[in-house]
């Protein structure tokens, strides 16, 4: 886990948005999108549920907000 991975979660949590968090950090869609799977998979949990049309945190999502 490294910062950028919790910058990025930070701003999709706040935006439920990735091209929204992407504008905000200055970094594209696909970094975002990147950097959140390779968290998820050092976690072992999906923190987001995604659709073609919205994003929301999952319970583990919003749990690992709250550190």
């Known amino acids: 886990m490294n910062t950028t991975q919790l910058e990025c979660f930070m701003a999709v949590a706040n935006y439920l948005n990735f091209s929204r968090a992407a504008e905000q950090l200055r970094i594209t869609q696909p970094a975002v999108s990147h950097q959140i799977t390779t968290l998820e998979d050092e976690l072992g949990v999906k923190l987001f ?3 073609s049309k919205s994003v929301r945190l999952t319970q583990e999502g ?3 907000t709250q550190y």
Do not use: G, M, N, P
């Open 62 to 64: 919003f749990q690992f």
């Open 49 to 51: 549920q995604r659709t």
